[in-house]
């Protein structure tokens, strides 16, 4: 999406890896069968398809992939591998790509008369409504998205449902609806026994102008609430008696995902917080919605009850629950001051009445709010990519940060997208800091003597040449040798566009895209010798997903010694890491608040993990 702001340049943003995917290892497929019902809101969990029901196929699980799914959290297949890596065979011409394949399914016994019915949502990705705004990228004519039916008795896969290339829009103009919604009876006796399975997967084609770090991953086909059951009616209205949550939790914090401990202060809190509720069923419910705010060991900090209210449904009038006690409930406490590094954790919940409906994994939601020693306006996740094209030879990136006392700048976090054949990460920059004056990029602060490049996908740590003092507001970004697309990390599920400036020609323009730069700006607190080594360790921990269910992946140092403490401080776990990533089973573990904890030689590093089964 090509969008023109100015005569010699402009913002592009094009689609982006999807964040869940990793270098972990690949899941198995799932050896036991699972009974009916088989049901899959991709609610509770990140990262690859739940291993219980679904086996290994580059599909990935998150919240950001496009707006207001049925229920927070989708499926989504794209271009990319289960590595994070656009497939080998990748082109310009159409090619085989993800796919999602469940579970054997046990209907030994059944018979069409059982009506057995298999349903789901889909949405093409790209989006509708403001270009600015769209999130991923529309599937072309030539793509596809197959529903397939395993067929055991003869050994094949039989095709039972296609979409053709399209966008969202065109689907809302014919339904009134963006998610659509496919219901298919199983009705051929073949399918009856304990070896049926059906899988999604897509076709792809790369999109590509010829300029280096543009062609990258397309094609979207996101997918939620998929259940097969016994039972069921094959109306093309969908009825499910459930409430829950849309869209994934906020930031307790006005303007930050995250921000360094010691720049705290009780200003920085929001005053409300914005979620989205839904009512699935054909008549109004009583619901019942409250946060809790936890400690690192657990503990309650602050409660809050919206009370009992009612949620007209869904369906057909597209309405969410606008009450603001639970659309709209206040904030209104403040986290400890505290100089040290730590976290919290905000838990949503949401009940039908007093007992829940059927689908409690749907009526909660978590955010953990780091206080660390960098800012994020992200939250992770890159949902496009973002960069400028000029004709100048040098183009400009700048984004805003405003400090609540002096500071050390001491290192940048920049995320680099998956683009055809790596070409983004050799694209040359110069990490630069400019002093905002008159609300724009002023005096220059700080520049490299030296360019760099990426060094791999994802967030890479730069260490700055020097400490820089920086205080008031400041703007970080960098200095691109070059006009060559550098594909950057974006972030669309929190709007800083007002803090994201360019300069590509004569002036400073001011973003307009909807979403947030995945760039970090990290400090050494003044005085502490001990916090900047924390820093420069806790660069090689990273941990995904999280919250966690039933593994995690830790990505650190080889030969890092690695403990998980649960929130009492117990180590329940302990292995050493003999390669830069590592799988953690936390199955069996009670859900909670823990600390994953790595140390090396050169220090240790930790970081809280949530697990939620």
């Not at 995250?258 to 989205?276: C, G, K, V």
Request: proline share 5%.
């Amino acid at each position: 999406m090509l969008l023109p702001l100015a005569a010699k340049g402009q913002e592009v943003l094009i689609p982006a890896a999807s964040g869940g995917k990793t270098s972990a290892v690949a899941a198995k497929s799932p050896a036991a069968a699972v009974r009916l019902p088989f049901f899959d809101d991709f609610s509770n969990y990140e990262g690859r398809p739940r291993a219980s029901h679904w086996a290994q196929g580059g599909a990935t699980v998150g919240a950001g992939y496009a707006q207001h799914p049925p229920t927070v959290g989708m499926m989504s297949l794209d271009a990319l591998d289960a590595e994070g890596h656009l497939y080998p065979q990748a082109s310009t011409s159409t090619f085989a790509a993800d796919t999602a394949t469940s579970a054997r399914i046990m209907l030994s016994g059944l018979t069409a008369a059982d009506s057995v019915v298999l349903s789901f949502y889909y949405l093409p990705g790209g989006g509708s409504g403001n270009l600015w705004e769209r999130v991923g990228d529309t599937p072309g004519s030539g793509d596809s998205l197959f529903l397939d039916f395993y067929l055991g008795a003869e050994h094949r896969w039989q095709t039972v449902w296609r979409r053709g290339g399209c966008s969202a829009d065109s689907l809302l103009v014919q339904t009134g609806r963006d998610w659509q919604y496919v219901s298919i009876p199983l009705t051929e006796a073949v399918y009856f026994d304990s070896l049926f399975r059906f899988r999604f997967r897509n076709y792809c084609s790369l999109e590509d102008n010829g300029k280096t770090g543009f062609a990258g991953n397309c094609d979207q086909w996101n997918i939620d609430y998929v259940l097969l059951d016994r039972g069921r009616s094959s109306a093309a209205t969908p009825e499910f008696r459930d409430v829950a949550f849309v869209c994934q939790a906020p930031s307790m914090l006005a303007h930050y995902r995250a921000m360094p401990a010691w720049q705290f202060r009780p200003s920085e809190m929001d005053t409300t917080l914005n979620l989205t509720i839904t009512n699935l069923y054909s008549l109004p419910f009583t619901s019942h919605y409250t946060y809790t705010i936890l400690d690192e060991q657990g503990n309650s900090l602050h409660a809050y009850d919206g009370g009992y209210e009612n949620i007209a449904p869904f369906l057909p009038s597209g309405a969410y629950q606008d009450v603001p006690t639970h659309a709209r409930p206040s904030v209104n406490f403040s986290f400890p001051l505290s100089r040290q590094q730590c976290s919290y954790t905000a838990v949503h919940v949401v009940r039908e009445g007093s007992a829940g409906d059927d689908r409690p994994a749907n009526d909660t939601i978590r955010y953990a709010q780091q206080f660390a020693d960098y800012y994020a306006y992200d939250d992770g996740s890159a949902e496009n990519g973002y960069g400028l094209t000029s004709t100048a030879d040098s183009v400009y990136l700048a984004y805003r940060f405003d400090l609540n006392e002096r500071d050390t700048l001491s290192a940048i976090d920049l995320y680099f997208n998956q683009a055809y054949d790596g070409s983004n990460l050799q694209v040359k920059f110069l990490l630069t800091v400019w002093k905002a004056e008159g609300g724009k990029p002023g005096r220059v602060l700080y520049r490299d003597r030296t360019s760099r490049h990426a060094e791999a996908l994802g967030f890479n740590h730069f260490v700055l040449e020097h400490i820089v003092e920086v205080e008031g507001s400041i703007f970080v970004g960098f200095t691109q040798i070059g006009n060559n697309y550098i594909n950057i990390g974006f972030d669309r599920s929190f709007n800083t566009a007002d803090r994201i400036y360019y300069l590509t020609a004569v002036d400073w323009q001011q973003s307009i895209l909807s979403g947030s730069l995945m760039l970090r700006p990290r400090f050494t607190r003044p005085g502490s010798e001990g916090i900047a080594t924390a820093r420069q360790s806790s660069s090689k921990l990273t941990l995904f997903p999280n919250p966690a269910t039933d593994v995690v992946y830790v990505s650190c140092d080889a030969g890092s010694i690695l403990l998980l403490l649960d929130g009492r401080g117990k180590t329940v776990k302990q292995v050493r890491s003999e390669s830069e990533q590592v799988l953690l089973r936390t199955e069996g573990l009670p859900s909670g608040i823990y600390i994953v904890k790595v140390s090396t030689p050169s220090g240790t590093a930790s970081a809280p993990l949530i697990i939620a089964h």
